[in-house]
C-alpha cells in the first residue's frame, strides 16, 4: 500500500464548478506539499502546510493531521486550472536528517469549458 | 529572473552511452534534488545535496552519479548500468537544507529517452 494515497486518479469537470482532490497519507508528517504540474511537464508548488487551511486565490488546501487527510479545492474552476495536482508528505521525526519527501501518483484534472 | 534551468528539454540516447543532464539555479539555495517520473508513479528521488561538495543517495541512486562542485549546478548522469533510463527527470531546489521544510522550486523537467 503507499504511502500517500490520492482521489480521484482522474477528474473531469465543467467550468466553473467546485473542485475537491483528496490526499491520505499513512505516516506521521511535519508537512505536507501541494504541486501543480502542467501538460510540459514543469512543477510548481502551490502550498505547503502542516495544519489548518491555506487558501491563495480560487485555491484552499486544508488538512486534517488526526485523520491524516489532505483536500485541495479549486472553486470556480477555468480549463486552465487543467493539470497534475500533486500530493507530497515529510514524515516528521526524520530530525537532521533529509526526510525525503513521500509523493503521491497524482490526480489528472480536465476542465471543460 | 530567479530560477532553475534544465537543459535539454528533450534527449535521446543510445542503449550503452552515459548522458548528463544539467541543471542550474540562480535561487543561492542550498539544497538541490534529482526526481525521476514514469507513467502511472509519484516522483521518486534520485540524489540530492544539502551543500556544495556533498551529495546523498536517493530511494532508486543505483545506476546514476552526480556532482555539487558550484552552490548553482548540480548535473545527473545517467551511466549505462542504468537499467531503465527512459523517463521524465525533474530537478528541484531549496533554501532549506531539510526536504519538505521549505518550499521546493522545479525546473521544466528534461524528458530522456533511450533507444
Known amino acids: 500500500k503507499n504511502e500517500v494515497e490520492q482521489s480521484p486518479q482522474n477528474l473531469t469537470a465543467q467550468e466553473g464548478e467546485f473542485i475537491t482532490i483528496n490526499c491520505s497519507y499513512s505516516?506521521?508528517?511535519?508537512?505536507l506539499h501541494w504541486l501543480q504540474q502542467h501538460p510540459g511537464g514543469g512543477i510548481v508548488s502551490l502550498f505547503m502546510?502542516?495544519?489548518g487551511k491555506k487558501k491563495h486565490g480560487r485555491l484552499i488546501a486544508t488538512i486534517n493531521i488526526q485523520e491524516k487527510h489532505s483536500s485541495l479545492h479549486i472553486t470556480a474552476s477555468h480549463p486552465r486550472d487543467s493539470a497534475v495536482y500533486i500530493c507530497?508528505?515529510?514524515?516528521?521525526?526524520?530530525?537532521?536528517?533529509?526526510?525525503?519527501?513521500?509523493f503521491g501518483k497524482g490526480t489528472k484534472l480536465s476542465v471543460k469549458p | 529572473d530567479g530560477g532553475i534551468t534544465q537543459s535539454p528539454k528533450y534527449l535521446f540516447r543510445k542503449e550503452g552511452q552515459n548522458v548528463t543532464l544539467s541543471c542550474e539555479q540562480n535561487?543561492?539555495?542550498?539544497?538541490m534534488y534529482w526526481y525521476r517520473q514514469d507513467p502511472g508513479q509519484g516522483l521518486r528521488l534520485i540524489y540530492y545535496?544539502?551543500?556544495?561538495?556533498?551529495?546523498q543517495k536517493g530511494d532508486i541512486a543505483e545506476g546514476y552519479s552526480v556532482s555539487r562542485e558550484k552552490k548553482e549546478s548540480f548535473p545527473l548522469t545517467v551511466t549505462s548500468a542504468q537499467k531503465n533510463p527512459t523517463a521524465f527527470y525533474l530537478c528541484?531546489?531549496?533554501?532549506?537544507?531539510?526536504?519538505?521544510?521549505?518550499?521546493?522550486?522545479f525546473g521544466p523537467g528534461t524528458r530522456l529517452t533511450v533507444t
Open positions: 528541484a531546489s531549496s533554501i532549506g537544507r531539510l526536504a519538505g521544510v521549505s518550499e521546493q522550486y
Open positions: 505516516v506521521g508528517i511535519s508537512a
Open positions: 502546510l502542516s495544519s
Open positions: 507530497a508528505v515529510r514524515r516528521s521525526g526524520d530530525g537532521g536528517s533529509q526526510g525525503n519527501l513521500i
Open positions: 535561487l543561492n539555495h542550498d539544497a
Open positions: 545535496s544539502q551543500i556544495v561538495n556533498d551529495f
